[in-house]
């Protein structure tokens, strides 16, 4: 499953599917992105970060693609599981090195059994 | 648990009462972010230390927001005479800084609910 544009909020998919959140950010300056997790009631989660000098990282069942030209970012989450379910927010470091973050506005996951 | 650590997880409190909120960050991370979140939007950035310094502060910290990092360890936020539009969740993140960005853990948050 993948969601498109920013305003989709929900993405729905099977467990085990591949799933694909994207992000649009919104400054050329940024040099530095993270994707977080929040589950209800949770702090977010960090999962992965890639810097501006890369276009793909891979961590563990995740991968985030870079794609500066169009300033596009995506997670790629591969055999999707429940514990997966929650809202998946795209961050980015604005023109700062002080670390503030600017978090996009998340797409809520939801893994069907 | 060396995660962040936020206290209260949650708070109650009529308008126009003062309320405070405790942050412990990572014992090794010199920067310290505060954040707020309202329900379906992502955290917004509100103030931002390292070790004891307050070095930035958000348009969105009205002059009724402090924040305060006395030693460079913990750190403290206080609202006073809380309005119910500051009911939100309130996020503590920390980070090991220098020339590069690096990630920022947050806390649970403690969750403001203005009655």
């Known amino acids: 499953g993948e969601n498109v544009g920013l305003h989709l909020p929900t993405l729905s998919v099977q467990e085990g599917d591949n799933s694909i959140i994207n992000c649009a950010y919104s400054?050329?300056?940024?040099?530095?992105f993270i994707w977080y997790k929040q589950e209800s009631g949770k702090g977010p989660q960090f999962i992965i970060d890639?810097?501006?000098?890369?276009d793909k990282r891979q961590g563990q069942r995740v991968t985030v693609l870079l794609n500066k030209t169009v300033k596009h970012l995506s997670l790629q989450i591969a055999a999707t599981q429940p514990g997966d379910s929650a809202v998946y927010f795209c961050?980015?470091?604005?023109?700062?090195?002080?670390?503030?973050?600017?978090f996009g506005q998340g797409t809520t996951l939801q893994v069907k059994p | 648990d060396t995660g962040v650590s936020q206290d209260p997880r949650h708070k109650i409190t009529k308008r126009g009462q003062n309320v405070t909120f405790r942050c412990d960050p990572i014992?090794?991370?010199?920067?310290l972010y505060w954040y707020r979140q309202t329900l379906g939007q992502g955290p917004e950035f509100l103030t931002y230390f390292q070790n004891e310094a307050q070095l930035e502060k958000s348009r969105l910290l009205s002059d009724r927001f402090s924040a305060e990092r006395p030693k460079g360890s913990f750190s403290t936020l206080e609202i006073q005479r809380t309005e119910q539009g500051d009911s939100a969740m309130y996020l503590c993140?920390?980070?090991?800084?220098?020339?590069?960005?690096?990630?920022?853990?947050f806390g649970q948050g403690t969750r403001l609910t203005v009655v």
């Open positions: 400054n050329s300056a940024s040099d530095y």
């Open positions: 993140a920390s980070s090991l800084g220098g020339s590069l960005n690096t990630e920022a853990f």
């Open positions: 014992s090794e991370h010199n920067r």
């Open positions: 890639i810097r501006s000098n890369m």
């Open positions: 961050a980015e470091n604005g023109s700062s090195n002080t670390g503030k973050l600017i």
